[in-house]
């Protein structure tokens, strides 16, 4: 499976932007997809997730409310739109695919995307 990131840009603080995450090389409608995000000096960190066959998501704390994660299964892609974008939500974000049993653990992914910087102003 084939990951590719993309949608990063620069945004001033309350702003918004829209992450894509395509995937090919193999169905991927049995996955569950991630997003996951690093800032300069810090560890990758969990964002959100999707279980592409159900739809089911799931949020880290720091984003929910914030940010939505969607899925459409004809295309292979997962979007993350993000809004009131913070100068904290600075980092580069990747997308990722498996089939974790605990969906913020980056470890049980087995498939990853090259990263998307995304930069917020204040």
């Known amino acids: 499976v084939q990951l590719q990131a993309f949608g990063g840009g620069f945004v001033q603080a309350g702003g918004s932007l829209r992450l894509s995450c395509a995937a090919s090389?193999?169905?991927?409608?049995?996955?569950?997809m991630g997003w996951f995000r690093q800032a300069p000096g810090k560890e990758r960190e969990f964002v959100a997730a999707i279980k592409l066959s159900s739809g089911s998501t799931y949020y880290a704390d720091s984003v929910k409310g914030r940010f939505t994660i969607s899925r459409n299964n004809a295309k292979n892609t997962v979007y993350l739109q993000m809004n009131g974008l913070r100068p904290e939500d600075t980092a580069v974000y990747y997308c990722?695919?498996?089939?974790?049993?605990?969906?913020?653990?980056?470890?049980?992914?087995?498939?990853w995307g090259q990263g998307t910087l995304v930069t917020v102003s204040s």
């Open positions: 090389g193999r169905t991927v409608s049995n996955y569950v």
């Open positions: 990722a695919a498996g089939n974790p049993q605990y969906y913020g653990l980056e470890i049980l992914y087995d498939y």
